[in-house]
């Protein structure tokens, strides 16, 4: 493991605003004993924004309610703002300004009456309210909303009232649990100018949760959580540094991306390899590294360059050492050899809720075999266009088709190769792996022989076989994921619906699971996906982003990507990210519409 | 220190801390449509249809009458039964036709006199009649054989008096009723359902807000304010008594001005005693909602812990004198017993203080093991 962790020289007194050491929290009873943090130490200093990175279930947010008095430690002592937290967790309260995960807004409330209840509990004189609304109102830019209620306010929005109710009044510590979560990548970026500018022009102090990794290189300081374990404490460029001329990116146009992954990844020497548009990026160990030209000798057509190392490059190789990724074995999908060609189609579909357009004149294809991506923020149509594809809601105008019928009037034989899987998983918690395996065997109808067989395959092939008899609800969550896939394959469905299906897991439980869906596509199975995550776009075919109901862009991810080039100005030497992509997109979008409204 | 930090720690902060929560719970009450439901809607209906609808009164219950030999005396008999308002006698010219209209239910007693029936009448003995009741409801049961039977005898009377003649009773019974001289189930019905009504908007009301707070995420944003337990405490029980008091003075409005119920005692006790029982009610629903965490469990239990012991156990529709000794110690723990017994006796008898009393202490000595409870369990930590 590297020690990026040569943790920042000691703080003095002062300048500490938050320490942790020693601190073990456990959750539950026996036998279902969680243990969130072992022994987490760690330092917080004034003025500048400390990422608390991990994801979902490594501990960030159990560490936030320690912090702010909410939950006591077993072990350990907490000191915050000079007070032990758990003991005297009033007079912490009344000093840090804590934004939970769901912002703790009274959504039947207005934006001015959250700010009015925020003000009275946080004790805001009357007089010192108006010039602080103003202020707090022109920095989130919800000055023209204060009469809506907040239920009313898109997720962007939300999160940044949200925001302004923590800082009502002005608190010298601001924890944020996850504020980016599900936001769209706009909103992200300009509440990550706020808080910038809160350090900057305040010096506040900030401790900022997130899952997203490429957050990370926005902080002044990094915390790396996993499985409950502080694995290094740094700049972000700390992590990152020892990887330098580690990092490469491959391309090889003869031979399909998901196939040159496959390859890379099982080759000694290669620590990480992940899709990244038409590349594969591969992280090599040190001695590989020396001759990178090696590497894609017998690759037909490959060429390799060297990329500057990123902080997931550092998170992945800390967490998985210097071992080589695992080949993933796919249970052999019988793909009903069809023929090539449409497999979903979407004409003008539109969806309203009373006079609310939810999806609004969509269109788009899918083929089979393809993995095609539904991109976009929380609120943006994706989960209502996939519930009526699945034929679960039915549409209020348009046409569509998933394997030439429409799902809500279709008979059984058609949905019977539709395989689903859903956001929360939808297995049930308190029976076993098996059972959950048999269950939903049984409730596709599969009988006797093959009943017997497909369960057999799906606990080989997934890896399960540890797990037979563990309940469902006490697996980790990357297991939960895999049961999940597990359970919707087991009828040998040619089309896959995935909705959300990596958002909690860690980043290597999701570079499996996608070598999982990249190897049904190669077998033939049509994938259609939604994600809130940008990164994951670069592993669809084809992908979708939508905004408000409307997709702004279609096509490959390198097309989207050169269309946004072309509509932000081209920075050359500049990579577009993803995220950069949907942004141009969204602003292009904006400025389109005040044209036209001008005209 | 600096004024905004000594307005903060100060009694002003308390003050305006308080004033936020309560203003922000009114506003979500005025909002939220089921808030309004459960707190104005639901009484009115169910005062409307007790008032109206249910009642433990026997009126026009369908009677079949047999008559084997129809003459003039039993024409006289059945004539009685059609003149009060109690029975709608149904002429039958069998008992088997008799029998299959009790098995299908379309009358609830059967009338049967014989063919010598008038001759008996008229010889020393005395003629008797036979009566066939569906039993399935005792009470019901119980209810139309008092009143066939107080038929009979009035007819009996009348035709001796008429006669001339005098009836040869060894006893005379001369029966007076007292507080509820009509017999009318609406008088003491209505009473109770505010039991009912206030149990519901102070435990099931709360118990169901607070466990909102949680499954939305606000009460996590609210303890990490400077607020105090008590203070958030405080902030539900005010606005759900006002709530509570309001649904009361609706009940009671309706119960005096539409249905005609007596009011024979004085406002103020039932006013105080009101208060009372909606201190036990609200710190039950804070207890729940400490407990559970989402509204789903909080509503199940408040409806068990609660609402349905003030329905089947407070005295409000069946008597606790005729419960099994067990369930009668069962009883005792339910603040809606006490309530009832105050209740009835204010609506129908007065300030009859010797019953008032004990009822009253044990009400104020529920509310403060509830809300003192509720005050002790609630800690400003997420476990």
Redesign the interface.
């Known amino acids: 493991m590297i020690v990026a962790a040569a943790a920042p020289a000691p703080a003095s007194g002062t300048d500490l605003v938050l320490r942790l050491s020693g601190v073990d929290k456990r959750f539950g009873k026996p036998p279902h004993v969680v243990q969130a943090l072992h022994g987490v130490d760690l330092e917080v200093r004034r003025g500048r924004v400390t990422g608390l990175i991990g994801p979902d279930g490594a501990g960030k947010t159990t560490l936030m309610?320690i912090a702010?008095?909410?939950?006591?430690p077993e072990r350990g002592a907490v000191q915050a703002l000079g007070f032990d937290a758990a003991r005297q967790?009033?007079q912490v309260?009344?000093r840090?300004g804590?934004?939970?995960?769901?912002?703790?807004?009274?959504?039947?409330?207005s934006v001015q009456?959250n700010l009015?209840?925020?003000?009275?509990?946080?004790?805001?004189?009357p007089t010192?309210r108006a010039p602080r609304y103003r202020e707090l109102m022109h920095m989130t830019g919800l000055a023209s909303f204060t009469r809506r209620?907040a239920g009313r306010l898109s997720g962007g929005m939300k999160q940044k009232l949200g925001l302004a109710?923590t800082l009502v009044?002005p608190p010298e510590l601001l924890l944020l649990d996850e504020p980016t979560v599900g936001v769209d990548p706009v909103s992200r970026r300009e509440l990550w100018q706020i808080v910038y500018r809160l350090v900057r022009e305040q010096s506040m102090t900030v401790l900022l949760s997130t899952a997203y990794l490429d957050e990370a290189e926005r902080c002044a300081e990094v915390i790396l959580l996993h499985e409950g374990r502080v694995l290094g404490h740094g700049a972000p460029g700390d992590f990152s540094q020892p990887l330098t001329g580690r990092s490469f990116r491959v391309t090889a146009p003869d031979i399909g991306k998901r196939a040159l992954q496959a390859r890379l990844g099982t080759k000694p020497g290669v620590v990480d390899a992940v899709i990244q548009g038409e590349h594969v990026r591969v992280v090599l160990d040190a001695g590989t590294a020396q001759h990178p030209n090696a590497l894609p000798r017998d690759l037909p057509g490959a060429t390799i360059k060297p990329v500057p190392p990123r902080f997931e490059d550092a998170f992945v190789t800390m967490i998985r050492g210097d071992r080589p990724g695992r080949p993933v074995e796919v249970p052999a999908m019988t793909g009903a050899a069809n023929t090539d060609g449409t497999v979903i189609q979407v004409r003008h579909l539109d969806r309203r809720f009373g006079d609310f357009y939810a999806v609004r004149d969509l269109s788009f294809d899918v083929r089979r075999g393809e993995v095609f991506g539904l991109l976009g923020a929380n609120g943006a149509g994706k989960s209502t266009t996939f519930r009526m594809l699945c034929g679960l809601l039915p549409a209020s105008g348009g046409r569509l088709s998933v394997a030439g019928v429409d799902l809500r009037t279709a008979s059984a034989t058609a949905r019977a190769r539709i395989g689903y899987m859903s956001q929360k998983f939808s297995l049930y918690g308190n029976l076993s792996v098996h059972q959950n395996l048999r269950f939903f065997a049984s409730a596709y109808g599969l009988t006797g022989r093959s009943h017997r067989q497909r369960i057999d395959a799906a606990l080989t092939g997934f890896e399960l076989e540890g797990y037979r008899d563990t309940e469902s609800q006490t697996l980790p969550l990357g297991y939960k994921q895999r049961l999940a896939l597990a359970c919707a394959l087991l009828h040998q469905p040619d089309i896959l619906f995935l909705d959300e299906p990596t958002s909690g897991v860690d980043p290597l439980a999701r570079r499996e699971f996608w070598a999982r869906i990249g190897a049904l596509a190669e077998g033939g199975v049509t994938v259609l996906v939604t994600t809130h995550f940008m990164e994951e776009a670069e592993y669809c075919d084809r992908m979708a982003i939508m905004a408000a109901g409307r997709i702004l862009a279609l096509g490959t991810p390198e097309q989207i990507k050169a269309r946004a080039r072309g509509a932000a100005k081209p920075e050359p030497g500049e990579e577009t990210t993803m995220e950069d992509a949907f942004i141009a997109l969204i602003e292009a979008a904006k400025r389109q519409e005040t044209q036209t409204d001008a005209a | 220190m600096p004024?905004?930090r000594a307005?903060?720690?100060g009694r002003g902060?308390a003050h305006?801390?308080l004033?936020?929560?309560v203003?922000?719970e009114f506003?979500?009450i005025l909002?939220?449509p089921s808030s309004i439901a459960i707190a104005f809607v639901m009484p009115v209906v169910l005062l409307l249809l007790f008032g109206y609808g249910v009642s433990m009164d026997a009126r026009h219950v369908p009677l079949a009458m047999v008559v084997e030999q129809p003459d003039a005396d039993t024409a006289g008999l059945v004539g009685a039964f059609g003149n009060t308002e109690y029975f709608h006698p149904i002429a039958m010219p069998d008992m088997r036709s008799a029998e299959r209209a009790m098995l299908a239910g379309r009358v609830s007693g059967i009338v049967h006199l014989r063919a010598d029936f008038s001759r008996r009448l008229h010889s020393a003995g005395g003629a008797p009649i036979q009566l066939i009741l569906n039993g399935v409801d005792a009470n019901y049961a119980r209810l139309i054989q008092g009143y066939v039977q107080g038929v009979w005898g009035a007819w009996l009377t009348q035709r001796a008096r008429l006669q001339g003649a005098r009836l040869p009773l060894a006893v005379d019974l001369q029966p007076r009723v007292w507080f509820n001289g009509n017999f009318r189930s609406r008088d003491y019905l209505v009473p109770g359902l505010i039991v009912v009504i206030m149990t519901l908007i102070g435990a099931l009301l709360t118990a169901l807000v607070m466990a909102r707070e949680w499954e939305?995420?606000?009460m996590?944003?609210?303890?990490?304010?400077?607020?105090?337990m008590r203070e958030i405490l405080i902030g539900k029980l005010i606005p759900y008594f006002v709530l509570g008091m309001g649904g009361m003075a609706l009940s009671v409005a309706m119960a005096v001005w539409l249905f005609q119920v007596p009011l024979r005692g004085s406002l103020w006790v039932l006013t105080l005693s009101s208060a009372l029982f909606l201190g036990a009610a609200l710190g039950m629903g804070l207890l729940i909602s400490i407990t559970a965490r989402n509204q789903f469990v909080a509503g199940l239990l408040a409806i068990i812990t609660t609402f349905l012991p003030a329905f089947i156990l407070s005295g409000f529709i069946f008597d606790i004198g005729s419960m099994p000794t067990v369930v009668q110690w069962i009883t005792r723990l339910m603040a809606a017993r006490y309530f009832v017994a105050i209740l009835q006796t204010s609506f129908l008898a007065g300030d009859v203080w010797p019953v008032l009393l004990p009822n009253a202490l044990a009400l104020m000595g529920m509310a403060v093991i509830f809300l003192g409870l509720s005050r002790r369990r609630a800690r400003?930590?997420?476990?």
């Open positions: 309610r702010s008095g909410l939950l006591t967790s009033l309260q009344s840090v804590y934004m939970p995960q769901r912002f703790g807004l009274y959504e039947d409330l009456e009015d209840l925020y003000a009275d509990l946080q004790g805001v004189a010192a209620l109710c009044h | 004024p905004e307005w903060r720690s902060g305006m801390r004033r936020g929560l203003r922000k506003l979500q909002r939220d939305r995420g606000t996590e944003a609210l303890l990490v304010t400077p607020v105090r400003k930590r997420l476990e």
